[in-house]
RNA sequence: GGGCCCGUAGCUCAGCCAGGAUCAGAGCGUCGGCCUGCGGAGCCGAAGGUCCCGGGUUCAAAUCCCGGCGGGCCCGCCA
């Protein structure tokens, strides 16, 4: 039984409603709350917004539910539902004897979804701002896939453009190899490439701003130059200062080394590949600790090498919106939206009212590619790749204007499909404390930092408690505790609330935290071990009587529609404060109550069902936010 | 200047999209309790708020509309 009983309950409410009175299953869904008091029953529904003679047909809709545990009843114009707790215990044990478990309800309707996520260029370690995008986009994909749908997530590795190139210029001055560095430094290859890109950047800015006379910003980049120097090595930072400043034109330095990799030349070729290659692995393995793996690889310069781009280009060219911008050739994305965007198009777009889309430039005037117009290639094929009815792009909110744009353009170029369904989903960056991070600064607090410092903590608290861990386990254990910390604070918020990020706010242990629900699960894991197999037949639903274990189970087996609505609407915060809410629940129950001192066979076998039940929707909802449930801790 | 996002308790935020039935909530912090009970990363209680401001719509507004104010982001031949 797909849902469970109070789901399957409460659909069938909603499709007998439908059916007598043509109020929208959907609309049932949505709008269906828990009763702010008990007296009114357990959910409601405000049918008179949208039927006017409920009582008339109140009785032709109690008689189609027509299940026995479920009764309805009409109060200021709520359609209520009041669920008979031993009932639906009855029906509960009966499910669970049969190997039920809790889980998303399936769509009616599967897609074939891409999701595009992380997707950091290759040229800094990935930082805790990289690990919002990561943590998000990996929960959308798995709540998308638990609700049935065909989920393809993908990562794109940008390197193609100017800041690979940086980092290869970099390299070069230097005369070593990445690895090389690597070794010199002592840490990860992605820290050393991400090392010499800050320097490297920083380094050109300077002497360019000295250069034009900007001696304030020179002075501020040259502050920035020692504080670099000292983070690495000292006398390569030097070096490549040196080296940077007797460079006649850095600039056409980049541009070379930009033209040469899209034109596929080598060395160039062989070089930039390496060098994306090696941070790439370092992005892996520390994405790899938080959870987080991908179906595919897309390099960016596959996309161009392959002709998808030239294809898209040689349309762009024939276009009737092809423009030039301040010389450059250009799409004409006003024109594409007067003709082309209706009420409907400007809706699903995302493209506010009277919005004035600047053109969207094509070509660099050395001949190179922008980003956006590899993107465009790259967008359609995502969906040809995948046969996509959807792709969602995890993309920081700052770069709505060309995301905007990218879709625009598709639909100018004859793409409406993909430009339509293509939903950029947007969320705030995250924040230092009074500043905003800056990979070419090389401001920024790593995730593999994070991770660590984390895991410390958590082994330091765990060992207290388990002093008979073994050091493997209490270091699986630590690191489950890390992740799962980092990941929830990471998912709770809303995407689109600003982050400012706090060590001490993200490594709390305590209540609202992902740790929290972890102790939570092992808590409900802990009796159950204790307690043993559960004899469902002995279970008796007078159990359920008692007020606090009467919520916990009605809110435990609302699960399977809270994720699926979570899923449908990409928002795994709303999943997160279901599963605080139901580990309050629990924990307060679990204070006053004990399963395995019950000397009430039947109550005890009921209890234990329930605590089951918990545990797998625990279980269930931290896999689907990639918090790792763990059975102790 | 234009577009978008945010503004709710000292702090971090939920509720707003789909206006209602004790809707003013949670956590942190503060203060006070609970360790001979299945794990105290827990539980119980107290203090704490003009829901940024001003209008409007409505029987009803934290929620919708208009106008302000404050903070953020974008408006680059960067990504």
Redesign the pocket.
């Known amino acids: 039984m797909q849902g469970g009983p109070l789901v399957q309950a409460l659909l069938r409410v909603g499709r007998c409603l439908e059916d007598k009175t043509g109020v929208p299953l959907d609309s049932f869904v ?2 269906l ?1 828990k ?3 008990e007296e ?1 029953g357990d959910f ?1 529904f ?1 049918l008179a ?1 949208f039927f006017g003679r409920a009582e008339q047909v109140l009785p032709e809709v109690q008689q189609c539910v027509s299940i026995d545990y479920v009764s309805l009843s009409l ?4 359609l ?1 539902v009041k669920l008979d707790e031993r009932g639906l215990g009855r029906e509960l044990f009966e499910l669970m004897k049969g190997g039920w478990r809790p889980e998303p309800l399936k769509t009616e309707t599967p897609r074939r979804i891409v999701v595009e996520h992380t997707s950091a ?1 290759p040229v800094h370690p990935l930082h805790i701002g990289h690990a919002r995008n990561a943590s998000l986009g990996d929960c959308l994909a798995r709540m998308l896939k638990a609700r049935g749908n065909d989920v393809v997530v993908r990562y794109y590795v ?1 390197d193609v ?3 690979v190139s940086v980092v290869v210029l970099g390299f070069s001055l230097l005369g070593i190899e990445p690895e090389e560095l690597s070794t010199r430094l002592g840490t990860k290859i992605d820290h050393a490439i991400g090392w010499v890109y800050a320097v490297t950047h920083t380094a050109i800015d300077a002497v360019m701003a000295r250069r034009r006379g900007d001696q304030e910003e020179a002075e501020r980049l040259a502050a920035q130059l020692v504080k670099l120097r000292e983070r690495g090595d000292a006398s390569l930072a030097d070096l490549i200062i040196e080296r940077v400043s007797s460079l006649e034109n850095p600039e056409a330095k980049l541009s070379e080394i930009m033209s040469r990799y899209e034109a596929g030349l080598e060395p160039e070729r062989s070089k930039v590949r390496a060098l994306s290659q090696a941070a790439l692995e370092g992005f892996m393995e520390t994405l790899g600790r938080m959870g987080i793996g991908y179906d595919s690889i897309d390099w960016e310069s596959d996309v161009v090498w392959s002709g998808l781009l030239a294809a898209v280009l040689s349309k762009a060219r024939e276009s009737p919106y092809l423009t030039k911008h ?3 050739l250009a799409l004409d994305l006003m024109r594409i939206v007067r003709e082309r965007v209706g009420e409907k198009e400007r809706e699903r777009l995302r493209l ?1 009212k ?3 889309v ?1 053109p969207m ?1 094509l070509f ?3 001949g190179t590619t ?3 117009t590899r993107d465009i290639a790259y967008s359609i094929y995502k969906f040809s790749d995948s046969k996509a009815d959807q792709v969602i792009n995890v993309i920081a ?6 995301q905007l744009q990218i879709r625009i353009a598709l639909l100018g170029l004859g793409y409406e499909r993909e430009g339509l369904n293509m939903l950029h989903y947007e969320y ?1 960056i995250v924040r230092l404390p009074g500043r ?1 991070m800056s990979g070419r600064r090389g401001e920024y607090v790593t995730l593999d930092e994070l991770i660590d410092e984390a895991k410390e903590r ?1 082994a330091k ?2 060992a207290l ?2 002093p008979d861990l073994s050091k493997e386990e209490l270091e699986s254990i630590a690191e489950g ?1 890390a992740v799962g910390a980092i990941r929830f604070s990471l998912v709770q ?2 995407a ?4 400012t990020f706090d060590v001490e ?1 993200v490594l ?5 935290t992902g ?2 629900l972890q ?1 939570t699960h ?2 409900a894991h ?2 159950l071990e ?2 043993g197999q559960v004899k469902y037949e002995l279970a008796e639903p007078e159990v359920f009587s008692e007020r606090d274990r009467r919520s916990l189970l009605i809110h435990a087996l609302l699960y399977p529609m809270v994720a699926a609505k979570a899923a449908d ?1 990409l928002r795994p ?1 709303d999943l997160a ?1 279901y599963l605080l809410k139901l580990a ?1 629940l629990f ?2 129950w ?2 006053k ?5 019950e000397p009430n066979a039947g109550l005890r076998e009921g209890k234990a069902a329930m605590v089951q039940l918990v545990s797998q929707v625990l279980g269930s909802g931290l896999s689907l936010l990639g918090v790792p449930p763990l059975k ?2």
């Open positions: 949505k709008l709350s009763t702010p008091r009114y409601g405000p917004r109060w200021n114009g709520f209520n260029n940008n453009g100017r800041q301040k010389e450059a506010p009277g919005f004035e600047p430039i660099r005037s050395d922008l980003y956006w909110s700052e770069q709505r204007l060309p705030e905003a958590a608290e765990a408690r388990n505790i918020p809303g689109t609330k600003s982050i706010r709390r242990l305590e209540e609202n740790p929290y102790y092992a808590r802990n009796i204790k307690h609407e915060e404060s309050d924990n307060k679990y204070q109550d004990s399963v395995i001192r102790r801790m």
